[in-house]
């Protein structure tokens, strides 16, 4: 069955550097643009970035543009998110999404906790 | 970027009852909405996309309607299952892909 594992969260202060990997089974990844969203505590979700699925193409909410940088590897079936200079609205959990629909997202990961704190 | 709004924000409802749950785009996204269940701890579930299909495995009883910047989710005869937070997604002008604030449903 389809299965989306993220891993890589953790606390860290800010300024500081994280990435995330988001580990894919059950399909190939490599057929599809996946997404990572994220959900601060309590709040609604946030789009933060999508790739291509052959990673030629990257676009990314302009609160994370030039701090943050999804790659993907698909010969691992797996997605990634360098996070730089991270501040304290980073704070969130960050889930990575599959997206058949053209930006509509069929799978989701369970999500990793980011917490940017001094 | 285009502004999701979703009301109520909380909905009380009975089980066995309906529930409609409205969400409004500040322009408009054609049909290119969808509809999310979130349950605490777990990741969104995909209940409709193209603001009318089901997804893969959701019950009958979840339906979408709307077009433009109108959109509704109507759960007919609601189960305890049910009982969630709902958002919506415009992906019609992207990116940002934008989700509205989320409509809790919970048990009267």
């Known amino acids: 069955q389809v299965q989306l594992v993220e891993s890589g969260g953790g606390v860290v202060q800010p300024g500081r550097s994280l990435r995330l990997s988001c580990a894919a089974s059950g399909f190939s990844s490599s057929s599809y643009p996946m997404h990572w969203v994220r959900q601060a505590p309590g709040k609604g979700l946030e789009w933060v970035a999508v790739?291509?699925?052959?990673?030629?193409?990257?676009y990314y909410a302009d609160s994370v543009k030039g701090r943050f940088t999804i790659s993907r590897d698909n010969s691992k079936n797996t997605l990634y998110l360098q996070m730089n200079s991270l501040r304290s609205e980073d704070t969130a959990v960050y889930s990575c999404?599959?997206?058949?629909?053209?930006?509509?997202?069929?799978?989701w990961g369970q999500g990793t906790l980011v917490a940017v704190s001094s | 970027e285009i502004v999701m709004t979703q009301s109520p924000a909380t909905l009380s409802v009975s089980p066995g009852e309906s529930a409609t749950l409205s969400c409004r785009a500040s322009q408009s996204v054609s049909s290119n909405l969808a509809w999310y269940q979130q349950k605490p701890g777990q990741a969104p579930r995909l209940l409709i996309y193209g603001a009318s299909s089901r997804a893969t495995g959701v019950p009958a009883r979840f339906s979408g309607s709307g077009s433009g910047t109108e959109f509704t989710l109507t759960i007919s005869s609601l189960q305890s299952e049910d009982f969630a937070v709902y958002f919506c997604q415009q992906y019609n002008k992207w990116p940002p892909v934008t989700f509205g604030g989320g409509t809790k449903v919970e048990s009267k």
């Open positions: 999404a599959r997206d058949p629909h053209g930006g509509a997202f069929d799978y």
């Open positions: 790739i291509s699925y052959d990673g030629s193409n990257k």
